[in-house]
Nanobody, 112 residues
Framework: QVQLVESGGGLVQAGGSLKLSCAASGGIFSIITMAWYRQAPGKQRELVARITSFGSTNYADFVKGRFTISRDNAKKMVSLQMNSLKPEDTAVYYC??????WGKGTLVTVSS
């Protein structure tokens, strides 16, 4: 059983930055693709960024150039550095383990 715990969310002004972290425990981590998703009020959950075990990344178009995903296999952690935040980035951000596990999410609110 894999447990994922997100942290780092909060309230920030537009143009600001936040760094989200996801700590994994249990199960396999180093060979698993990890990802961040988000869900805004009234909208479906959507992929934000993904990172493979080899460190290859891909991003949703709406965050390219602003967000950076990274991982530390030794610490079983994946992070999301979010810069130049916009009000439309407001959402609950979820950590996803490629084996089908989800964290409970962390709320990011960007004020205009």
């Amino acid at each position: 059983q894999v447990q994922l715990v997100e942290s780092g969310g909060g309230l920030v002004q537009a143009g600001g930055s936040l760094k989200l972290s996801c700590a994994a425990s249990g199960g396999i981590f180093s060979i698993i693709t990890m990802a961040w998703y988000r869900q805004a009020p009234g909208k479906q959950r959507e992929l934000v960024a993904r990172i493979t075990s080899f460190g290859s990344t891909n991003y949703a178009d709406f965050v390219k150039g602003r967000f950076t995903i990274s991982r530390d296999n030794a610490k079983k952690m994946v992070s999301l550095q979010m810069n130049s935040l916009k009000p439309e980035d407001t959402a609950v951000y979820y950590c996803n383990h490629g084996g089908g596990y989800w964290g409970k999410g962390t709320l990011v609110t960007v004020s205009s």
